[in-house]
């Protein structure tokens, strides 16, 4: 099967730099996605890592490491808007393509 | 007009009713899926079709049959609503070749319903 691990909640300031770790496991492998909902709306894609390292987007990025079945989301110059829910989900060989969803890393923007 | 449209977007219904979740989009997708929301639960696959004849299960596909009557529609039914079946649902859709997008899924806005 394949499971997904990620933060429930995380707090940080306006301005400042955040990281939403996700573990996982699955058997077989394509790449890891990150998407991002506001209060209960259509969740929005932000980013796809197949291979090792960084990927970079504006003020977010995306990083993977497949030896480690671990990525994270990071978030930098935070603003107020970028509080919403923030969900990773994998692409496994087993699973025909579709993509499995985390529960979701809640955060908070504070002023 | 959004690309992907669910209807309705919310539905209070009773124990035991049929209800019909529809979704349509002008993406020119193959592939579509019905997902449930729950707090705290994140988003699980309910089922999942990547052509009008094809139709696969997900993780939680119990008390759930879908249709896919063309490439734009695939509809989702619970013949008989219980309570534990309130949550909102979303359908998505995702493009067939995976050089395009990949891992990319485009939602709707979703569907709140309630079973009393």
């Known amino acids: 099967g394949q499971s997904l691990e990620q933060p429930s909640e995380v707090t940080a300031v306006e301005g400042a730099i955040v990281q939403i770790n996700c573990t996982y496991q699955?058997?077989?492998?394509?790449?890891l996605s990150w998407y991002q909902q506001h209060d209960g709306g259509a969740p929005t894609f932000l980013s796809y890592n197949a291979l090792d390292g960084l990927e970079e987007t504006g003020r977010f990025s995306s990083f993977l490491s497949r030896s480690d079945s671990y990525g994270y989301l990071l978030l930098q110059e935070l603003q107020m808007k970028d509080s919403a829910s923030y969900f990773c989900?994998?692409?496994?060989?087993?699973?025909?393509?579709?993509?499995?969803f985390g529960q979701g890393t809640e955060l908070s923007v504070k002023p | 007009d959004a690309d992907v449209t669910q209807t309705p977007r919310n539905r209070i219904t009773k124990t035991g009713k049929r209800i019909m979740l529809e979704c349509s989009q002008t993406?020119?997708?193959?592939?579509m899926y019905w997902y449930r929301q729950d707090p705290g639960l994140g988003l699980r696959l309910i089922y999942y079709s990547f052509d009008v004849k094809d139709i696969n299960k997900g993780e939680i596909s119990d008390g759930y049959s879908v249709s896919r009557q063309a490439q734009a529609k695939f509809s989702l039914s619970l013949e008989s609503a219980i309570p534990n079946q309130t949550a909102l649902y979303f359908c998505?859709?995702?493009?067939?070749?995976?050089?395009?997008?990949?891992?990319?899924?485009?939602f709707g806005e979703g569907s709140r319903l309630t079973v009393l």
């Open positions: 989900a994998v692409r496994g060989y087993n699973q025909g393509g579709k993509l499995i």
């Open positions: 993406k020119g997708h193959d592939r």
């Open positions: 699955t058997s077989g492998f394509y790449g």
């Open positions: 998505a859709t995702s493009a067939q070749r995976e050089n395009k997008a990949p891992g990319e899924l485009f």
